[in-house]
């Protein structure tokens, strides 16, 4: 059974800086896509940021792009999300999703989220 566990999230202010991470279990880490999405309230989920299996290949958002940074651990089967020069805006519950290519859909696999609060 698939299983994807956020952490990391908080209560910041603006400017500063978050490190989310996202534990997986019950697939072959290594061999599977990983990615972020957020989603503010009375808002539509959005992309956030990928990875490929290897971490060879990342995408961003522009709305993140230069502030935020992925990467993976695959002997901890872990993606983390490093967040910099938050800004209110990125108030959003934060999930990750894995797949094994990177087209996300509801039939990916979803954690639950965390939430990031940026405080002005």
């Known amino acids: 059974q698939v299983q994807l566990v ?3 999230g908080g209560l910041v202010q603006a400017g500063g800086s978050l490190r989310l991470s996202c534990l997986a279990s019950g697939f072959t880490f ?4 990983m ?3 957020r989603q503010a309230p009375g808002k539509e989920r959005e992309f956030v940021s990928d990875i490929s299996w290897s971490g060879s290949s990342t995408r961003y958002a522009d709305s993140v792009k230069g502030r935020f940074t992925i990467s993976r651990d695959n002997a901890k089967n872990t993606v983390y ?5 938050l800004k209110p805006e990125d108030t959003a519950v934060y ?3 894995a797949d094994r290519v990177r087209v996300w859909s ?9 939430q990031v609060t940026v405080s002005s």
Do not use: I, K, R
Not at 30 to 33: G, S, V
Not at 106 to 114: A, F, N, P, V, Y
């Open 6 to 8: 956020e952490s990391g």
């Open 30 to 33: 290594d061999t599977y896509a």
């Open 35 to 37: 990615g972020w999405f």
């Open 81 to 85: 999300l490093q967040m910099n020069s």
């Open 95 to 97: 999930t990750c999703v």
């Open 106 to 114: 509801d039939s990916s696999d979803w954690g639950q989220g965390t």
